[in-house]
């Protein structure tokens, strides 16, 4: 069964600190995206990657910075984390390989609650 | 400007009937979308999706149309089941490069 992992479910935070969001996904997929969920905002698109050691920025990338080393593995940086940070953040990944991909949809692991204090 | 828009931020409806959530977006080149139910404290999973070179796509108690003229869709579930109480998003595929989001519905299915 295809599988999205996020290191944590829950984060707490000091405003200032390095926070880095960890995802995993086993299904040999491509894309690999980071959305954060705000309410009356929906899932807003930060980061996104193709390939490896590729990212693209989405519609918010402000301070947020992204890794992707490994195929598998997509992690999300706050580099100094800020109490508008506080959010649902939602990795997702797709299947089709390059940019141009077919009909397909994508994946979500279960998110990471984070507040930053 | 938000390019896919639900403008019903929640919505009740009664066991067994009917329940209809609304989708409008403003770019006429997407052309694939898709819907996606979230419980709280979870990932959204993915419900129907359609094509634009249909107007239909059914599967079991959901049926989304497709009203290209009208930059419409629209989520059919019937009957309604209180499990079908989550928040709904709408999402079109930007181009082959990413997918854009709705703000989400909150459907309460009412026992």
């Known amino acids: 069964d295809v599988k999205v992992t996020q290191s944590s479910r829950y984060l707490v935070k000091r405003t200032g600190e390095k926070v880095f969001l960890e995802c995993v996904q086993d299904?040999?997929?491509?894309?690999m995206f980071w959305y954060r969920q705000d309410p009356g905002l929906g899932l807003r698109l930060i980061y996104f990657s193709y390939d490896v050691k590729m990212k693209e920025k989405g519609d918010i990338p402000e301070g947020y910075s992204v890794s992707r080393e490994k195929k598998e593995r997509f992690s999300l940086i706050l580099e100094s984390a800020s109490t508008n940070q506080t959010s649902m953040y939602l990795c997702?990944?797709?299947?089709?390989?390059?940019?141009?991909?077919?009909?397909?949809?994508?994946?979500f692991g279960s998110g990471t609650q984070l507040s930053v204090l | 400007d938000q390019q896919v828009k639900q403008n019903s931020p929640s919505l009740s409806v009664q066991e067994g009937r009917i329940s209809i959530l609304n989708c409008d977006y403003t770019n006429s080149m997407f052309d694939y979308f898709l819907w996606y139910k979230k419980y709280p404290a979870e990932g959204p999973t993915f419900l129907i999706s359609?094509?634009?070179?249909?107007d239909k796509n059914e599967d079991g108690r959901f049926t989304v149309f497709l009203n290209k003229s009208a930059k419409h869709l629209s989520l059919h579930i019937v009957p309604s089941q209180p499990g079908d109480s989550a928040v709904y998003f709408c999402?079109?595929?930007?181009?082959?490069?990413?997918?854009?989001f709705g703000p989400g519905t909150r459907l309460s299915v009412l026992p």
């Open positions: 359609i094509s634009s070179i249909k």
């Open positions: 999402a079109a595929d930007n181009y082959g490069q990413n997918f854009v």
């Open positions: 299904m040999d997929h491509e894309n």
């Open positions: 997702a990944s797709s299947g089709t390989g390059g940019q141009k991909r077919g009909n397909e949809k994508l994946f």
